[in-house]
């Protein structure tokens, strides 16, 4: 019995020593991710290598963090990819990747900066020809950024736009249930280093 208590004893300590040195690798990859971020987007990561798998990321809740950076790295991409007619097919995947990697995030704290940036592509898919419904979507992400925060300057801007432009093309929509443009509850200007957390 003593040497069953002294192995599981011992298989504690192993354990919890592996995990704080986990637990200690995620602030550096985080650090390090963001500064790769701001230099080349397209090759950050924010994932250390871990010894005991995803638990010091489930202890200390950074699958968020990660989610929401993930999204944004997305974003630049589609943002930063060139808008021809070799690059069409390209483009118009990495739009979509961006835009459920955004909608996937877009609640809570960040709610107000993923609908302003699932806003802007939309207005870039209207301003390609899109057609009406990316310019509605586009009214949508940007009022729903407005009710997430009301302090959002840039959504705001971006929402007064698109309804000065739909209104003078003709093609303005019409208010949501309540009066109100929006997408209700669908879901929740910039692309920036992320913001840190963990």
């Known amino acids: 019995m003593k040497v069953l208590a002294a192995v599981v004893l011992a298989a504690i300590a192993v354990f919890s020593a592996l995990l704080a040195g986990d637990v200690r690798t995620w602030p550096r990859a985080l650090t390090q991710g963001d500064a790769a ?5 397209h090759r950050a990561s924010w994932s250390p290598s871990t010894r005991l798998g995803g638990t010091a990321r489930s202890l200390l809740g950074t699958g968020d963090d990660i989610a929401f950076r993930r999204a944004l790295q997305l974003y630049r991409i589609a943002q930063s990819t060139p808008n021809r007619l070799d690059t069409a097919v390209e483009l118009q995947t990495l739009r979509s990747q961006a ?5 996937a995030v877009a609640h809570g704290s960040r709610a107000s900066e993923a609908d302003t940036l699932l806003g802007i592509l939309a207005f ?5 020809g899109a057609g009406s419904n990316a310019a509605d979507s586009a009214i949508a992400d940007f009022a729903s950024a407005v009710r997430a925060d009301p302090a959002n300057a840039a959504a705001k801007f971006d929402l007064e736009l698109m309804l000065r432009l739909t209104e003078a093309h003709g093609t303005r929509t019409g208010a949501g249930p309540g009066g109100s443009f929006g ?7 910039g692309g920036g280093v992320p913001g840190n957390g963990y």
């Open 37 to 41: 971020y701001g230099v080349t987007p």
């Open 99 to 103: 835009d459920g990697a955004l909608s």
């Open 124 to 128: 870039d898919e209207s301003a390609g």
């Open 183 to 189: 997408k209700g509850g669908r879901r929740g200007a």
